[in-house]
C-alpha cells in the first residue's frame, strides 16, 4: 500500500498550492494522511479531490472543517495515530508520543505537523513523522512529503524535498 503523507498546506494565506511532483505523488497513493493546517475550506477540498482515500485532522489555522483534533488509521497492518502537534516546539515530541501511546500503544506511529520542520525519529519507542509543509510555507525553507509503502505491518518511509 502506498501513502502519501502530508501537512501544513496554509492555503491561501501563505503559499498558493501545492507544488506538482508533490501532487502527483498524492493522486498516486492508495491513502493520504494530513496532519492539519489546511488554512481553508478550498484546500481541504482540493486535497480531499486529489486524494484515493483520506484521513485527516484539524490544525491551529483551520476554519472549522468538521475534522476531529486526533485521528487513527490502520493501515496493512500498521496504526498510525494523527494530530496536528499545536504547541510551543519544546515538548513536541513527548506530546505526541504520549497521544500514540494513549491511543493506539507504543506500536503506533505518530503522526503530526505544525513546526514545518521534518522528523523521522523514534522517542521513547515510538515513531514519530512529521512530513513539514507540503508547500514549503514558512517558516519551512522548502516543500517536503512524505511517502510510505506499508505492508504486513512495516513500514518504509521516504522523504521528498522541492
Not at 498550492?17 to 492539519?36: K, S
Amino acid at each position: 500500500m502506498q501513502v502519501a503523507i502530508v501537512s501544513d498546506s496554509h492555503i491561501p494565506s501563505r503559499e498558493s498550492e501545492i507544488p506538482e511532483p508533490f501532487r502527483d505523488r498524492i493522486e498516486a497513493a492508495d491513502h493520504v494522511i494530513h496532519a492539519g493546517d489546511f488554512d481553508s475550506e478550498g484546500a481541504f477540498s482540493n486535497l480531499r479531490a486529489m486524494a484515493t482515500d483520506l484521513t485527516a485532522v484539524h490544525g491551529n489555522m483551520d476554519p472549522t472543517l468538521g475534522l476531529p483534533g486526533v485521528a487513527t488509521v490502520d493501515l496493512a497492518g500498521v496504526s498510525f495515530v494523527l494530530t496536528h502537534g499545536t504547541g510551543p516546539p519544546n515538548g513536541w515530541h513527548d506530546r505526541l508520543a504520549e497521544t500514540v501511546v494513549e491511543e493506539v500503544g507504543a506500536d503506533g506511529v505518530g503522526v503530526a505537523g505544525h513546526t514545518h520542520r521534518v522528523v523521522d525519529t523514534v522517542h521513547e519507542g515510538v515513531r514519530l513523522l512529521n512530513p513539514g509543509s507540503v508547500t514549503g510555507a514558512m517558516p519551512a525553507e522548502a516543500a517536503t512529503m512524505f511517502t510510505a509503502e506499508v505492508a504486513d505491518g512495516e513500514l518504509r518511509v521516504t522523504h521528498h524535498e522541492q
